[in-house]
């Protein structure tokens, strides 16, 4: 009796972690699929109006966060993105990439939608006032902090890109260091594990 | 008049040494109208160590040496005092490391246009002289690898 009414919980559990037949291919990134954080975000787009998680429904979501006055890792990420939906090929529509600003006094509305553009027209950049700002960061359990550079500053930040499926759960946490392919590739798994 | 000519002739080799400091494929990544600061990224050499000190640019109200580390997934930037040229090594100025940080620009970077850059070099005795640069500007989208195998 006992014996048997083990199976249940085990097929259950196998159903969770999604893998046990050892078929399912592995993530490049980090799988934070169930995370109890980066649940979702309310922050404005640059024509003023509040967006969230809900209206990106049916798109999977890349989002990260980073700065213009930032010349070499923000600019990379936003040329992997591009890249990334490029090599997804139809698939590459599904795709919505959002750059949220940690540095919203220098980033403003104008500057950000031309920023984001000059990436890909598609692209959003999001901001908001610095208490939004940080709990945003603190629900992804992202980084920022404003640090002097001489005569200006700059903001050193946490560098993973995050992905959701459409319903808006997040999936992946994705390390600045890896290149486009692997990123496309996990999307490729996410898209047929969700689809 | 012996001794002289060897005062002349070390000042010259001394010369020499700052004067020899080359420098390859020097770009500026291009910006959208608004943005008020990007990058100059360059290969700098030397046939005897030298060090970058200090640049300047009249596109450019402050101009700093910077670089960029990755700690822990922490993007970090700051600024540096110089940037060493070590002898028949030279230094690097790209994506993920060093740059030469252009603030407070006076107008957009557009694609194509040329940037001028003073680069003040000093050598091991040090003694300094200037170096002027002509960056081309690139895509905002440049990633910086194999930016050297292109052509
Ligand atoms: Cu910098």
């Not at chain 2, 005897?48 to 040496?65: C, F, I, K, M, Q």
Request: aromatic share 8%.
């Amino acid at each position: 009796m006992r014996r048997f009414s083990k199976w249940p919980w085990i097929l259950l559990l196998c159903a969770a972690a999604a893998g046990c037949g050892g078929d399912e291919p592995k993530f490049n990134g980090i799988d934070v699929t169930g995370a109890d954080w980066g649940r979702d975000f309310r922050l404005q787009d640059p024509d003023g109006r509040t967006r969230s998680l809900a209206d990106f429904r049916g798109k999977y979501v890349m989002l990260f966060f980073g700065f213009t006055h930032c010349p070499d890792v923000c600019p990379t990420a936003l040329t992997r993105a591009k890249e990334v939906k490029r090599l997804l090929g139809a698939d590459g529509e599904r795709l919505q990439v959002i750059f949220v600003t940690v540095d919203p006094e220098r980033d403003t509305p104008v500057l950000l939608r031309e920023y984001t553009a000059a990436f890909d027209p598609s692209f959003l950049g999001l901001r908001d006032d610095t208490d939004a700002t940080k709990r945003t960061a603190a629900e992804f359990r992202a980084f920022y902090e404003k640090v002097p550079t001489g005569a200006g500053y700059a903001v050193n930040h946490s560098a993973f890109t995050y992905v959701f499926d459409p319903q808006g759960r997040l999936h992946l946490a994705m390390p600045h260091l890896q290149s486009a392919e692997p990123y496309a590739a996990d999307l490729l798994v996410l898209m047929k594990r969700t689809s | 008049m012996k001794s002289l000519l060897l005062v002349l002739l070390l000042s010259l080799t001394a010369l020499s040494a700052t004067a020899q400091v080359q420098v390859k494929d020097p770009w500026v990544r291009a910006t959208v109208p608004q943005q008020a600061a990007t990058g100059a990224f360059m290969h700098l050499s030397s046939p005897a160590d030298a060090r970058l000190v200090s640049a300047s640019s009249p596109v450019a109200g402050v101009v700093e040496l910077h670089e960029v580390r990755m700690e822990k997934d922490v993007m970090k930037m700051r600024a540096v005092p110089g940037i060493d040229i070590p002898a028949g090594k030279g230094a690097e100025l790209k994506p993920g490391g060093y740059h030469v940080m252009l603030m407070n620009l006076k107008s957009q970077m557009k694609e194509g246009e040329v940037v001028p850059i003073t680069l003040v070099i000093e050598g091991k005795d040090k003694r300094r002289q200037t170096l002027e640069v002509k960056a081309k500007v690139k895509a905002l989208t440049t990633t910086g690898q194999g930016e050297t195998k292109k052509h």
